[in-house]
């Protein structure tokens, strides 16, 4: 739903995931709003965040840098056990109990999982 950065500080902002708010349940048709109205209550809250970082539940949690690029990732998909469910050098094919596993080395041809 679109809206405004004034709309956090309205008055009639409905604090629902559902609704902007009150007045415009959909949000403000253009980048500002003719019926604004600053709510007192509502505390100036700054939400500066430095590249690598997010914002989750009001605290600031650095992102770790990843050793992989975009396409590093997707090549990824292709051939990681992990994924296909067989070892990339002989062909095994893996249990399907991917939710225990942490390491994917090959128990047939002894090929290494260097991935994590």
């Not at 629902?16 to 100036?44: E, K, S, Y």
Request: aromatic share 12%; proline share 9%; glycine share 6%.
């Amino acid at each position: 739903m679109p809206k405004i950065p004034d709309c956090d500080r309205c008055l009639m902002y409905s604090y629902d995931p559902h609704l902007v708010c009150t007045v415009h349940p959909t949000g403000p048709d253009g980048d500002r709003c003719i019926d604004f109205r600053l709510d007192p209550n509502t505390q100036a809250e700054e939400l500066w965040q430095p590249d690598g970082a997010t914002y989750y539940n009001g605290e600031l949690i650095l992102q770790p840098r990843q050793r992989w690029t975009q396409e590093q990732q997707l090549e990824l998909l292709d051939w990681h056990p992990m994924f296909t469910g067989f070892c990339p050098r002989c062909g095994a094919k893996y249990e399907c109990d991917y939710t225990a596993r942490v390491h994917w080395d090959c128990g047939v041809c002894g090929w290494m999982d260097d991935t994590v």
